[in-house]
């Protein structure tokens, strides 16, 4: 009778799966509880949660604190700024870049080498804060939606990622498609880019993430209410005052006195964080593999 292929497991391999599988474990919990605890916290009684401890279910569900923030108008308007500002300028700026980087891809460009030093000068120096403030004032982009897009336009970290990416493409295809008469517009929207989608995906969560949680921008750049910024109305609702003072623009200070600044602080995290958690898993697959070979390529 022939023997089994199938080599009988010893207990030194089930204890070591074991570890392995115990430690995994634990490193899972230890990344995804946080956000967990934020999410427990913000829907649980502030009186309750003031008690501290692990919250792995909430105590005394509620979503005052959800109810209170949205009934301020401003929440709304800054979240549709916040929302423009992610999507318009992902878009321009994964646009820039892809054609930025495509011509410095290119060997027989002559002055790329000159170009990228020049393009990676501006990760090492900037003008400063004063400058920068000084020059959007006298083109007057203060208090205007355009401050939000254009200054931060493109990113050189991120253009390199996708320039060494188009290097990685077989140079055999753009050669093919200029002997077809294909121009460098057709080459690089018809053959470059659709396959460049890991790292164009990679860069587009970068920029995007970036958008999202801008911060700074808003503060310097812009005072107008119409324009602010979802982090920056969050911010204030953090403030010294707490929950009360942040909240009394509700019109309804009965509940919202009920509500503690840490519970507050819990609520607007929670706000801020869950569309990018909705939107990363769907993007991560890409992100992985495009900054891969986009870093190691070139």
Do not use: C
């Amino acid at each position: 009778m022939a023997k089994s292929g199938i080599k009988k497991r010893s207990v030194g391999d089930i204890i070591s799966d074991w570890l392995i599988g115990i430690f995994l474990g634990l490193l899972v919990f230890t990344t995804i509880y946080p956000f967990w605890h934020i999410l427990m916290y913000s829907i649980s009684d502030s009186r309750a949660s003031m008690t501290g401890g692990f919250f792995l279910l909430p105590r005394k569900p509620t979503l005052l604190a959800y109810q209170m923030l949205f009934k301020t108008k401003q929440i709304f308007i800054a979240y549709r700024n916040t929302t423009m500002k992610t999507f318009f300028g992902t878009l321009l700026s994964v646009f820039l870049s892809a054609l930025t980087a495509y011509p410095l891809s290119l060997k027989r460009f002559r002055g790329r080498n000159f170009i990228s030093m020049g393009i990676f000068f501006t990760m090492l120096f900037n003008g400063g804060i004063i400058p920068t403030y000084i020059l959007l004032k006298d083109l007057r982009m203060l208090d205007t939606f355009w401050v939000y897009i254009i200054p931060g336009a493109m990113s050189a970290y991120n253009m390199f990622i996708l320039r060494n990416y188009f290097q990685s493409i077989p140079s055999s295809l753009e050669e093919s498609a200029l002997l077809d008469g294909a121009n460098a517009f057709q080459i690089l929207f018809r053959i470059i880019l659709p396959l460049s989608m890991p790292a164009l995906a990679a860069i587009a969560m970068f920029y995007g993430i970036g958008n999202w949680n801008s911060y700074m921008d808003g503060v310097l750049y812009v005072n107008e209410q119409r324009l602010q910024l979802l982090q920056v109305y969050l911010r204030q609702l953090i403030g010294a005052a707490g929950a009360k003072g942040a909240l009394g623009d509700a019109g309804d200070l009965g509940p919202a006195s009920r509500l503690t600044e840490e519970t507050m602080k819990m609520t607007v995290i929670a706000v801020s964080i869950i569309p990018v958690l909705i939107v990363y898993p769907f993007l991560q697959k890409y992100y992985t593999k495009g900054v891969m070979v986009g870093s190691i390529k070139g």
